[in-house]
């Protein structure tokens, strides 16, 4: 097992475009967590799934980002109409029993919007 | 509503010598703390975890905490830094809401420096 992937590792957008990043969880871990980093920060929280449940979205920072496992296995991140304060890392992870285990991170995607 | 605070943004350190990086965090009951590294264009790495039991966590690459209840406090520490030690750390402890555990709330991260 290669540990969790991320794609795109880095995306750059214009203002106002919609973006969709995907991450491959190692393949047994059934929770999957997404993070935002911004310059300076500590990870922050997002949302997860356990399985293909959605069990947390509310920290997800607006209506304009969303977030699918439709089969469980990997998901992806959607942020429409981007902004310049979007700019940021997203991180995924993933877990076997939950996040009290540990988690594996992946090396993130990095968004630039200009 | 839990938090955790790194008081020190930046630590130099010369090689060989001993290091503690310092965290509090802020929550009512027995708390969940997390260490991690990130190294630069890696993703962030589990170092150790306190759920409870022995206050003293012995974790990855020669590192160790205590938790320290009465201070509100997880540091983290090594004896005898390496080059390859020069990263980010970050502390974090267990997110709630009223579905139970979540995520982690982390740290602004400390940047540690070493000197040859």
């Known amino acids: 097992d290669t540990g969790v992937s991320q794609d795109p590792r880095h995306k750059i957008t214009k203002r106002g475009q919609n973006v969709t990043f995907r991450c491959d969880p190692i393949?047994?871990?059934?929770?999957l967590y997404w993070y935002r980093q911004t310059l300076g920060q500590g990870p922050e929280f997002l949302t997860y799934?356990?399985?293909?449940?959605?069990?947390?979205k509310s920290r997800l920072l607006s209506d304009r980002f969303s977030a699918e496992r439709p089969k469980g296995s990997f998901s992806t991140l959607e942020i429409q109409r981007t902004e310049q304060g979007d700019s940021a890392m997203y991180l995924c992870?993933?877990?076997?029993?939950?996040?009290?285990?540990?988690?594996?991170f992946g090396s993130g995607t990095r968004l630039t919007v200009v | 509503a839990q938090s955790v605070t790194q008081p020190d943004i930046h630590i130099t350190v010369s090689e060989g010598a001993s290091l503690e990086l310092r965290c509090n965090y802020s929550y009512g009951a027995t708390p969940y703390l997390f260490w991690y590294v990130q190294s630069p264009g890696q993703g962030l790495q589990l170092l150790l975890k306190?759920?409870?039991?022995?206050?003293l966590v012995q974790g990855i690459k020669g590192f160790e905490a205590e938790f320290k209840r009465s201070q509100s406090s997880f540091n983290l520490r090594k004896p005898s830094v390496h080059w390859s030690d020069a990263a980010e750390y970050f502390c974090a402890v267990v997110l709630y809401s009223g579905g139970g555990a979540d995520g982690l709330t982390f740290g602004k991260g400390t940047h540690l420096i070493i000197q040859p």
């Open positions: 393949s047994e871990h059934n929770r």
């Open positions: 992870a993933s877990s076997l029993a939950g996040l009290l285990d540990g988690y594996t």
């Open positions: 799934f356990q399985n293909e449940a959605q069990l947390e």
């Open positions: 306190y759920f409870s039991g022995d206050t």
